[in-house]
């Protein structure tokens, strides 16, 4: 696949539009963040179109465009894309997982909770960086989305809980787009059951509303903690989908790439 530049990729963002609140907050997050990519089979009149940013992609257009082999590079992503694109995915990789998904907007805005004592719940700003790159490997797909620790503290779009200059709790805008916010959000394993994501969520949430944008959020059918915190946070059910995590290439395919 060819990567398109902004102006070819703002051309076929129009592919988007109608899709649910997170995926459409996905792709504008991936043309405005600097931390994603669109391709193409071709850069003019494409026939089909793929977005990347940290590890999830979506897919657009005709599945026939495309050959097994690019899409190699996108193995051990989270894809979403329609139906017709399942015969290509399969023979792309060896292994093809779905994952029953909920999607949520924001319907209900809430009080924040108050934190307990010692801890403050405020906006990161960009001196903030070290004590979100000292949450470990294991969190790290928090700031994927924007660049790394730098980019998420830096962005604007991130609230936390801290006790001194710990980060107990963080909630962000993880796809920005010009209509829906995706949230993402974690509490470090020792300070959970103490409503701090709740107290980031809260925050951010009257955050994207003073934008003008409104809350989305999106998790597994199964995380059944995410689903609980997303109600009382005010978010409500809008609608559920499949989006598939990628295995290896397929051996034939890895073959040929290299």
Known sequence: MIKLSHRQAGAVSPWFTAGPPGATALAEHALTSGAGHWWADRPVAPRAVAVACADHLLLRGE??????LVLAPFSAHYVQAPDRFLPLLGCAFEGLVPWERMGYVHRVPILPPRPPHGVTVRRLTPSDAPAVAALGTDSAWIHASWGGPAGLAAS???WAAFDKHRVLALACTYFRGSAYEDVACLTVPEHRRQRLALACVTALCQDI??????????CSRDNRPSRLLAWTAG????????????GPPARRTAGLAA
């Open 63 to 68: 599945p026939t465009a495309l050959a097994p």
């Open 156 to 158: 604007g779009y991130g």
């Open 209 to 218: 509303a003073a934008r003008g944008h409104t809350p989305s959020w999106t």
């Open 235 to 246: 978010f409500r059910l809008e609608h559920e989908y499949v989006h598939y995590r990628t």
